[in-house]
């Protein structure tokens, strides 16, 4: 028996069971569909925060207040010490510094005649626009003056001020952010949510103006952006030593944005190999139906295997028709379910467009290999006992 035969007899002994075969591929298209779908969202949360930290720049430093024992994550808990406006002065003056921006948050009221809504306000200065690769709509950002000067320019979220001016151009006019006036400067272009702000809803005004609504002194946060990535290290301990120094004291924690980006990576990349291990537990009950219906078919079909035998078909050919029947409907569900995950990241894509939700080139060929060694490996047994059959006691009616 040649191959091309085996083909064709498999072919057509599925095709003579056409419900049982298309919902034997279904469960596969299923799970495989599920594997890529999964595995496209574990990716797209990894790109999407590595893009999200790429947009800050790829030489920054996060100087938190509060000295915190942490690796590769977001520092928690700890005892918080100021950190002042001289504090930013002393780091931004350090060798290695390109620029440093100051960052001072809370929530007030912004009001522009009869119109008011409550929303985040970030004090900073001029450099901040910057370090954090900003873009304008209109007007300016923060003028650039010494840090203690304090001012009353304020910059709105594209969203604020459409919110508060609608179609007309804010620029110039007043508005109030708690109990003071400020005149409009800016606004910025259409940016949506990155890293927990939404700048869209952002308001900036200067950071001693800031604290002073606030009554506050210190700081939320100092970005600094390095002047080379490989001084990044250098720099870091620098400033570390430079706070030290300064409140004599470790009270301080300094992150680099590149060991964020690596840990974040690394967790998502784990998440993703989760989410593509939990879709494959239905590749599994897929192969079990597969076994299924192969054990089915062996035992519809004896006196068709007799007859194969008794005309000199060797037992190793039936074991390898009855391979090929489980990957035939192995490679039909593999297809499916290729399609029917490409297809539901696509749904997902249009609905999300900001999300970049993308099935990885490795994802599409192990969902292809794992469906093939899931027919293999669970036809296997059926395989066997075709290939056992007794011609003599399968012809003579013997079950």
Known sequence: MRFADVLVFAWTALAGHRLRT????????????????????????????????????????IVLPGKVETSGA?????????????????????SGVRMA??????????????????????GT???????????????????????????????????????????????GKNVRVGPYRFRVVGVLAPRGRGLGFDFDELVFIPV???LRIFDRTSLFRILVECQEPEAMAAVQRRVEA???ARHRAEDVTVIRQDALVDAFSSILQALTWALSGIASVSLVVAGIGIMNVM????????????????VGVTSPQV????????????SLGGAAGLLLGTGSVEVFARLYPTFPAATPAWAYASALVVALGVGLLFGLWPASRAAKVDPVLALGGSR
């Open 319 to 330: 074991l390898t028709v009855f391979l090929v029947e489980a990957l035939i409907l192995a």
């Open 125 to 171: 200065t001029a450099e901040f626009f910057q370090v954090r690769r900003l873009h304008l709509h209109q007007g300016s950002f923060l003028p650039a003056r010494d840090v203690h000067a304090g001012g009353f320019e304020v910059v709105l979220g594209f969203k604020v001020a459409r919110e508060l001016f609608g179609s007309t151009s804010p620029l």
């Open 74 to 94: 977001a520092p928690y808990g700890g005892v918080v010490h100021d950190l002042t406006l001289e504090d930013f002065q002393a780091v931004s003056r350090l």
């Open 208 to 210: 001693k103006t800031a």
């Open 101 to 122: 921006a100051p960052l001072a948050s809370g929530s007030e009221t912004v009001r522009y005649g009869e119109r008011a809504r409550a929303v985040p306000v970030l």
């Open 295 to 310: 054990l089915v078919a062996v035992t519809e079909r004896r006196r068709e295997i007799g007859l194969l035998k008794a």
């Open 242 to 244: 430079t706070l030290v």
């Open 22 to 61: 298309l919902l034997t591929v279904l469960g596969i298209a299923v799970g495989i569909g599920a594997v890529v779908a999964l595995t496209a969202l574990g990716e797209g949360a990894r790109r999407y925060v590595v893009q999200e930290f790429a947009a800050l720049g790829s030489n920054l430093l």
